[in-house]
């Protein structure tokens, strides 16, 4: 198959000709036309994956759990993961403490430009600061019961609700393993054929990702930039080397975290892996949402990886609830990055308070774009820094939303593949025309 006939490369070609052709409309005062023309066919991409994600988390998630053994299993497999998601945010927010600290980004905003960036997003920030001041009201506990939903069809109406339409997928699989086989045969074979049936739509709906990226990004440069070009490349002079901080957080934590995960726990090789997560990382990229990318996401661990369905039914969809590695450590970036541009010191104690309250809060971040933003004010009132801050980050959020999303996923199937080869549930796509090996195969001729 030619180059261009591949997936991946014509997202990357409808993700550059977006980019410039937001730029050209920002230049020539297209931003109207392009609100108008160009942008609701991204809009229709998106919808589409959105429309998809609570019947595939359903039918994954049933028939994966449904499809253990026993209930031993299903606690192994979920403590591997919790344990895993818990552990690389961890990571991801200590590196990106140390790169804020180090590089400072805070003190190279100039005073100017802070008051233009607070006027201008000011009203934005009240918002969302309101929106996280009703959340700080609620009791400890309200997480928990949030997460179970009292109506199924009302959870399943809303994509913001997507850990309730988990937590009702897991129940029901748990349920349908303590009921006889026989009982609930008919059950499984439903939701079943429902997850082929999804499987098959997504495969539809990414032959229109190429013109959804070119619609998406072409939207979000004119978006942020309006008909005047020149306030995108002044704010990205401003707050480039902030945007350069989180970037390199993000960076890094993919380079050392994943890549180590996979070089030690896998067999998969980088090139391997980062080539077959690729269709993926782009849609996360032009969408900002783990959850409208989760129907690319397990496509793409199956078909090139090599991840049993019974483990991407399961690692995935939980992952695109509560893994959340980029957003935590952008959160981190970002609050350290407020303080120092506020003029405010933060002690080590504020900083183990920004670990382990953004690990909590990316557990509850939902899987949508901007998210991220209502939780970091959670942060910032914890370590006593002013809320009305996040004005000075509204206006590169957008652009910094996409990268972090992109490790979102990528921290997902990194994950998946890990539980799957632990679990002797790897299957190792075929190189060079060879048949493919399982795990244990691969383990005996590395030892031998």
Not at 4 to 16: D, S
Not at 169 to 177: K, V, Y
Request: net charge negative; proline share 4%; aromatic share 6%.
């Amino acid at each position: 198959m030619p180059w261009y006939k591949k997936l991946h490369w014509q997202i990357i070609i409808g993700l550059v000709l977006g980019l410039l052709f937001g730029i050209v409309a920002a230049a020539a005062g297209w931003s109207r036309f392009t609100d108008h023309w160009i942008a609701p066919f991204g809009d229709i991409f998106i919808n589409l994956l959105k429309l998809i994600a609570v019947p595939l988390i359903l039918a994954s998630l049933i028939t994966g759990v449904a499809s253990l053994s026993d209930l031993k299993r299903l606690s192994r497999i979920g403590g591997k993961t919790l344990g895993i998601y818990i552990g690389t945010t961890a990571v991801a927010l200590v590196i990106g403490l140390m790169v804020v600290n180090v590089m400072k980004p805070g003190a190279r905003v100039p005073q100017e430009m802070k008051e233009k960036l607070e006027a201008t997003y000011g009203g934005d920030a009240a918002v969302r600061q309101q929106l996280a001041e009703e959340t700080l009201q609620r009791g400890p506990l309200q997480p928990l019961v949030d997460m179970v939903p009292d109506n199924l069809f009302d959870a399943a109406s809303d994509n913001s609700n997507m850990l309730q339409v988990v937590f009702f997928a897991l129940f029901a699989g748990i349920g349908l393993l303590m009921i006889p086989r026989e009982k609930a045969r008919p059950l499984i074979a439903f939701f079943d054929s429902l997850n082929d049936l999804v499987i098959k739509l997504v495969e539809l709906i990414m032959l229109t990702a190429p013109v959804g990226v070119f619609a998406l990004m072409a939207d979000t440069i004119t978006s942020i930039a309006g008909d005047n070009l020149a306030q995108i490349l002044e704010l990205l002079a401003a707050l480039g080397y902030y945007c350069i901080a989180v970037v390199l957080g993000l960076i890094l934590h993919m380079a050392i975290t994943y890549t180590g995960m996979l070089k030690f726990l896998t067999p998969l090789t980088l090139k391997q892996f980062y080539t077959g997560v690729s269709p993926a990382q782009l849609v996360a990229f032009s969408t900002s949402s783990s959850g409208a990318t989760l129907p690319v996401t397990m496509e793409v661990a199956e078909k090139n990886l090599g991840v049993s369905e019974e483990v991407s039914s399961f690692v995935l969809p939980l992952g695109a609830t509560i893994n959340m590695d980029g957003t935590a450590l952008y959160q981190a970036v970002a609050a350290v990055f407020i303080a120092q541009a506020l003029g405010l010191g933060l002690d080590l104690g504020a900083q183990i308070t920004i670990v382990l309250t953004a690990v909590l809060a990316s557990i509850g971040t939902a899987a949508v774009p901007s998210a991220g933003i209502i939780m970091l004010v959670i942060i910032l009132e914890a370590i006593q820094v002013p809320a009305t801050g996040i004005a000075l980050i509204l206006g590169v959020d957008r652009i910094l939303d996409m990268c972090r999303t992109v490790t979102n996923v990528t921290g997902d199937l990194t994950v998946a593949s890990v539980v799957a080869t632990s679990e002797n549930q790897l299957q190792v796509p075929p190189q060079d025309g060879l048949v493919p090996v399982t795990t244990e195969v691969q383990r005996a001729v590395d030892v031998g």
